[in-house]
């Protein structure tokens, strides 16, 4: 009954990796950490001597692909360091790195973001940059790094993951909002996965984790949020994570590193009430430290889990929730090819007043992505009938989002409604729009525009950019 779904799923997979706009992502990255953010420096050459500690570097390697790196304040030339190389789904590589460098500082980590790698590219030549990146950045370190990391979110979560199959020496990938689907290969390196109660790659994740058993060592966290990068406090287990497996990669691995990752494992394990995250805790705790402190309390923990019948259940209540909520995905998928507007605004208000429970959240957030997915289909095959029915019901499941009111107004221009395209394309500013070019491309749609209108819109595009 799910074949038609995975296989959607696997199109969305490859869709997303290969067209210029990752949906609901580009309009949702939170704010950065820092109050305000530096301008950026003009990207030079890869011909810096020079690392300054608690500083920015915007670079370019020798095959052309531009970065963004932050030096912590801990770096010093002969200090091994551990690398993380972020994926941002949209090529704007800044946004992890600014959002994270305060734990970069914290845990002694050099951060590098790719402004380049972004989905529209194909899953092949990401990974190929992905590669180049990585190699620019250690040879420019000079000293012995102490372990290679990648992250990403969303779109570069995918390229984060399928990475590694054409690197050497990764030693773990944090993947944010996003796995990979049935079909396509898992890394064998270890992973740490981070998403949003509400993303609506929820299920997605929770079927990828479970796909890979205990080898190679994995985690799963499960935070209180949406689609997005993770916020820095999530995010922070990812670090402490890494930080440990980047001991077992020849870095310094000093006692406090591991005694502050065992109080984080003890911690989040008495403060959750869920018996199988509290599992997935002790395990993570147990697989990572392997080899360097044993936890023997964890083991017993792990065993007397096992054999209480409230975690089983919980198994089995798990199990049958994700069912339903692929079951709920497959029948929402076929309704769009069997169902009108009433029943699908029908549809869409019930599950809007049923929010606070996050799978009806995650099913609009699903809504949302299938029209977007379908909305480009149809627009690729010149239906545009159909791209017009599609994008009256994406704004309906998603208003908030940029795309659908860009799109709106793309298709108001068509029939010259001045009015209600100069509305539309007002909305999509206010949700986030920020592709001045795409703008800039759609000449029926400007001509309708007075300088004015133009210049206004303009300038809240390039506010946008600004606020990565």
Request: charged share 20%; hydrophobic share 35%.
């Amino acid at each position: 009954m799910l074949r038609s779904l995975t296989a959607l799923l696997i199109a969305l997979w490859c869709f997303t990796a290969c067209t210029s706009s990752d949906h609901r992502a580009t309009n949702s990255v939170p704010p950065p950490v820092q109050d305000s953010v530096p301008a950026p420096a003009p990207p030079v050459r890869d011909t810096l001597t020079t690392l300054i500690p608690g500083s920015y570097l915007e670079s370019v390697t020798n095959g052309g692909q531009a970065y963004i790196l932050y030096i912590p304040r801990s770096f010093r030339d002969s200090l091994p360091m551990p690398l993380m190389v972020c994926f941002d789904p949209q090529g704007n590589g800044r946004v992890p790195v600014h959002r994270y460098a305060s734990l970069a500082d914290d845990f002694g980590f050099i951060l590098a973001g790719s402004n380049q790698v972004r989905n529209g590219l194909g899953i092949d030549a990401s990974a190929s940059m992905a590669r180049e990146l990585a190699a620019a950045v250690l040879e420019k370190m000079k000293t012995t790094h102490a372990g290679l990391f990648l992250c990403g979110f969303s779109g570069g979560a995918k390229v984060a993951l399928v990475a590694p199959g054409n690197m050497k020496g990764v030693s773990g990938v944090v993947h944010c909002g996003a796995g990979l689907p049935d079909g396509i290969p898992a890394p064998t390196v270890p992973t740490y996965g981070v998403t949003g109660n509400r993303d609506m790659n929820y299920s997605e994740v929770i079927e990828f984790v479970n796909r890979l058993g205990r080898q190679p060592m994995h985690h799963l966290d499960i935070t209180d949020g949406k689609h997005a990068w993770p916020e820095t406090t999530d995010m922070r287990r990812a670090f402490s994570w890494c930080k440990v497996l980047a001991c077992k990669s020849g870095g310094n691995c000093e006692r406090p590193i591991l005694q502050q990752f065992t109080r984080q494992i003890n911690t989040l394990a008495a403060r959750t009430t869920d018996p199988i995250q509290r599992m997935r805790i002790y395990r993570c705790g147990i697989d990572c430290l392997q080899g360097l402190s044993p936890v023997p309390e964890w083991e017993n923990s792990v065993q007397r889990l096992m054999k209480d019948p409230v975690y089983q259940q919980s198994i089995l209540e798990d199990s049958r929730a994700l069912s339903a909520e692929l079951n709920r995905r497959q029948f929402l998928l076929d309704a769009f090819r069997s169902q009108e507007e009433d029943w699908w605004s029908h549809v869409i208000g019930d599950l809007q007043k049923r929010k606070q429970d996050p799978m009806n959240d995650r099913l609009l957030g699903y809504i949302s992505l299938a029209c977007y997915s379908l909305t480009r289909q149809a627009m690729e095959q010149g239906n545009m009938p159909e791209v017009a029915r599609l994008n009256r019901i994406y704004l309906l499941a998603d208003p908030e989002n940029a795309e659908p009111n860009f799109l709106a107004a793309k298709l108001f221009s068509q029939v010259g409604q001045k009015d209600s395209v100069l509305s539309y394309l007002k909305r999509s500013v206010q949700y986030g729009f920020k592709d001045l070019s795409r703008l800039e491309s759609e000449t029926a749609m400007r001509a309708l525009l007075s300088p004015a209108d133009q210049r206004e819109l303009e300038e809240g595009i390039r506010k946008n950019q600004s606020d990565w």
